[in-house]
Antibody, heavy 116, light 107 residues
Framework: VQLQESGPRLLKPSQTLSLTCSVSGGSMNSGDYSWNWIRQSPGTGLEWIGYINSGGNTNYNPSFKSRITISLDTSKNQFSLRLRSVTAGDTALYYC?????????WGQGTLVAVSS | DIQMTQSPSSVSASVGDRVTITCRASQDISTWLAWYRQKPGNAPELLIYSASRLEFGVPSRFSGSGSGTDFTLTISGLQPEDFATYFCQQANSFPLTFGGGTKVEIK
């Protein structure tokens, strides 16, 4: 299984970050996996954002809970992240990844910058 | 949230050396701990889960131990590809949290 992130890489403050993770090499419906978004920045290190499972159930980090939506499109074998009202503090490398324990597959990551 | 504290933050070593990294959880996480290696410019890759189980395909020079709050990752016989940053991660409770990382540098 391979994961690949895609989406805009430069945003202005207050805009909405939208990223999509495309899963190849296997169906997202096979197995009881959770599909995560995780970000990494020099200031905050690795930070788990949230997950969605194949049944469409979500679990979000309370640090982001009021700003995020993770959704699933099994027909396209994709899942997506929307993060509203971004600030410079949301500048980071964003990864999509599979699994909770363990997180056993990661995308290569996409760098998103927030700047006016 | 469960805080994960790694030490040291960096270590200098030579090829063939034995390196030990520790990770401490702010509360009991049983063996819900994983270790990852991140090479420069790459995503993290899974090495060990459930504190001591080696992921399929990972060389046996990597080993993990511990339970409760204190854990260790040992690399026995450092190889050139092991000069990287290592992270621990707890999966005992949400939100999932990671350690701050340990950078293994060439001496």
């Amino acid at each position: 299984v391979q994961l690949q992130e895609s989406g805009p890489r430069l945003l202005k403050p207050s805009q909405t970050l939208s990223l999509t993770c495309s899963v190849s090499g296997g169906s997202m419906n096979s197995g009881d996996y959770s599909w995560n978004w995780i970000r990494q920045s020099p200031g905050t290190g690795l930070e788990w954002i949230g997950y969605i499972n194949s049944g469409g159930n979500t679990n979000y980090n309370p640090s982001f809970k009021s700003r995020i939506t993770i959704s699933l499109d099994t027909s396209k074998n994709q899942f997506s992240l929307r993060l509203r009202s971004v600030t410079a503090g949301d500048t980071a490398l964003y990864y999509c990844a599979r699994g909770i324990h363990p997180v056993d597959r990661w995308g290569q990551g996409t760098l998103v910058a927030v700047s006016s | 949230d469960i805080q994960m504290t790694q030490s040291p933050s960096s270590v200098s070593a030579s090829v063939g050396d034995r390196v030990t990294i520790t990770c401490r959880a702010s509360q009991d996480i049983s063996t819900w701990l994983a270790w990852y290696r991140q090479k420069p410019g790459n995503a993290p890759e899974l090495l060990i889960y459930s504190a001591s189980r080696l992921e399929f395909g990972v060389p046996s020079r990597f080993s993990g131990s511990g339970s409760g709050t204190d854990f260790t990752l040992t690399i026995s016989g450092l190889q050139p590809e092991d000069f990287a940053t290592y992270f621990c991660q707890q999966a005992n409770s949400f939100p999932l949290t990671f350690g701050g990382g340990t950078k293994v540098e060439i001496k």
